[in-house]
DNA sequence: GTGAAAGCGCTAACAC
DNA sequence: GTGTTAGCGCTTTCAC
């Protein structure tokens, strides 16, 4: 012990790893990680799995699918002890490559039907439903929606879907021109939210699938002279800190990213620890109601 | 070779890395990744060293100095190839524990005197005199200050001495009460905004030390019914996304935290090439003029 | 070229 | 307890 301490001795996890067979590292791949959603989402799940002694192997995707595959061989080689996989394309590709390989493993974000993954997830067209259910409560009937791109399955199709659904059982019709697809970057929701204004007749609230968009959107109605909430209300969806950084203040639905990642990280220690998990976590979300969205008057 | 195909045999890294000496592994160290600073950083990061595959370990340390000290020598346990340390309280212990580890390193965000590491950095005392010398420009002579934490050298005293500094060279005094330190987060540039605005005489502009703190700033203003830029003036620092998402959007310091984790990645891949590196890389600053600063009438 | 053997720094399983 | 040894899966060396 003398020793150890004079001569500063430390272990080489490299050596131990290869006999113990765990490497203490978790293999974390997001599209992209200057988005708050994903570092919020890295948050969550470090602030669980470093409890443990668990540390993290980041793998940015630059939403790529060949460097997704790329990431998911490399972590195999890496000998991680659990992945979690935060929103990529989901392809079966992927999913033959995770069913081959028993590392431990979360998906969040998708839903993932016919695998026997664990994902952990917002149920996403129940979270639009609402939302959109929302802005027709406060007495608007021309609703528009810019949902994420449709090859997000979560938040291009799932979100949209809610918004139709919320639509068609209000008895309400969605006009021409009243979706306009945005990729998540701010601008890619301002320029959706120029689309919209050229519909026939303006709609007075907008579904918005992102916060990010969504400050794209109003930014968008600003520029233009147009006010929020007044003239047309906007309402969002993640309650990333943004949304409370706005002016107004986004009115959204809280589907914190820093919940998912620590339900996430519980799910995989648990499955560390040879514990069962559930197939699907569900994690709740809610209104949060703050200046964005305004009252008709009826 | 067929076998290879066949069994679908693949390499475990950790043997390899046992013989070979080296894990492909970079340690990055980062006080909070939910700040959009510190994500774009490690993104400038990734995409210099994964092209020459290297990949990430990530440490997020809140900004405690004992998680700090805890990662470092996780790191050498790990056998990491080289280290980037962003922002993080430098302390001589960490510079000892540096020295004895001829691990190659790099840090972002502090100049270090003394110390024989390399650095990248912005020569921040010469911005925030640029800065606050553009607000003298337009005619401002009452300028506040919200300053970062001043354990923190960069954000804190450097960025403050460079606006006392411009004061001081264009025969400017500062009241009292127009230096009101922040923490980093938006809601202290609210408070700190809150509390210089008790001071005996209002400023017309306000140098802020990042632009989250200035969103906050501005939240404050905007929220007493102040109007920026016209009644008062809002200068932010470091040009992150959300400066261009704001309404007005935020005149600022050009400080890419993304050119910063490629000039600190490319230093690092140099040293681990051999090849000799710059003790001190300054990456370059500029003015971004946008909508939150006015010019007074002379 | 192809094949066998040594050894990286540890842990676990033995003996003593 | 204290000491020795085998072996984790690779790379490198050296012999053939």
Redesign the interface.
């Known amino acids: 012990m003398r020793i150890v301490e004079e001569t500063?001795f430390?272990?080489?996890?490299?050596?131990r790893?290869?006999v113990s067979k765990e490497?203490r590292?978790i293999g974390v791949m997001i599209p992209d990680?200057?988005n708050?959603f994903f570092?919020?989402l890295?948050?969550g799940i470090?602030s669980v799995i470093?409890e443990y002694d668990y540390?993290?192997?980041?793998?940015?995707t630059d939403e790529e699918v060949e460097k997704e595959l790329k990431y998911l061989?490399?972590f195999?080689?890496?000998?991680v002890d659990g992945i979690i996989v935060g929103s990529v394309h989901f392809l079966d590709e992927h999913g033959h490559y995770l069913k081959?390989n028993q590392v431990p493993l979360v998906v969040t974000g998708h839903d993932l039907p016919g695998y026997d993954i664990p994902t952990v997830n917002v149920n996403n067209v129940q979270a639009a439903f609402d939302a959109t259910s929302y802005l027709i409560s406060q007495g608007h009937r021309r609703i528009a929606c810019i949902p994420g791109p449709l090859w997000d399955p979560p938040c291009g199709l799932d979100r949209l879907g809610g918004y139709r659904k919320a639509m068609r059982a209000h008895g309400l019709s969605i006009p021409d021109g009243y979706v306009a697809e945005g990729d998540f970057t701010?601008k890619s929701g301002y320029e959706a939210m120029a689309r919209i204004m050229q519909a026939a007749e303006r709609p007075t609230a907008v579904f918005v699938a992102t916060d990010l968009m969504a400050?794209?959107a109003m930014?968008y109605l600003?520029?233009q002279g147009i006010r929020v909430p007044e003239d047309i209300s906007v309402m969002g969806f993640d309650n990333l800190?943004?949304a409370s950084?706005?002016?107004p203040m986004l009115t959204t639905v809280h589907n914190d990213p820093?919940m998912y990642g620590q339900a996430a990280g519980q799910n995989l220690l648990k499955q560390l620890r040879s514990e069962p998990v559930e197939r699907i976590s569900t994690v709740p979300h809610s209104l949060v109601i703050r200046q964005s969205v305004s009252a008709l008057p009826t």
């Not at 540390?55 to 940015?60: Q, R, T, V, W, Y």
């Not at 195999?76 to 000998?79: A, L, N, R, V």
């Open positions: 500063g430390q272990p080489n996890a490299v050596a790893s290869l490497t590292l990680i200057a708050n570092s919020q890295l948050y470090d470093s540390s993290l192997f980041l793998a940015i061989r490399l195999k080689e890496k000998q081959e701010a400050v794209g930014n600003h520029d800190e943004i950084l706005t002016r820093y």
